[in-house]
């Protein structure tokens, strides 16, 4: 597991995550539809060409999964029970088809918790940017990091 454990992470830290990913128009049609949202700027060209943005933008829920996926190596791969919640999401800048996204994340702060000794809570906060460093999304994010198996 390439993830962190509770114990691994401190407030202050942050990562720069290496993976970027290109969104694709295929991408965010397939999102779009799979999750019901007939948004026209996300689906019609026409309609969204006449906008403020000259053509589609990407569905910012995809963007917010995707920067969540991207830090998944780095932070989590194998090493949290479950997200907690997701605060203070903000879209200052959209997502167009053929950008490409990364991500870095900042530890805020963290804590035992009150239930189970064998995990922690850890907020988070990630932000998205193009490969020109425009911020797209920014966001806060609560998980439950398992802690460190004990030896046997």
Not at 74 to 102: A, C, M, Q, R, W
Not at 108 to 132: C, M, Q, T, W
């Amino acid at each position: 597991m390439t993830g962190k454990y509770f114990e691994d992470l401190e407030a202050g830290m942050t990562f720069k995550h290496s993976a970027g990913r290109t969104v694709t128009e295929f991408d965010n049609v397939l999102f779009s539809s799979l999750t019901m949202n007939t948004q026209p700027l996300h689906l019609n060209e026409d309609f969204a060409s006449r906008t403020e943005f000259g053509g589609r933008v990407v569905n910012g829920i995809f963007t917010l999964g995707l920067v969540v996926g991207l830090t998944v190596s780095d932070l989590s791969e194998g090493t949290i029970l479950t997200n907690l919640g997701y605060d203070k999401v903000i879209h200052p800048h959209p997502t167009f088809h053929n950008d490409t996204i990364y991500a870095e994340s900042e530890v805020l702060e963290k804590r035992e918790s009150k239930s189970r000794p064998d995990v922690g809570i850890v907020r988070l906060r990630h932000v998205g940017r193009k490969a020109d460093g425009t911020i797209v999304i920014q966001f806060e994010r609560t998980a439950m990091f398992l802690k460190k198996p004990a030896p046997r």
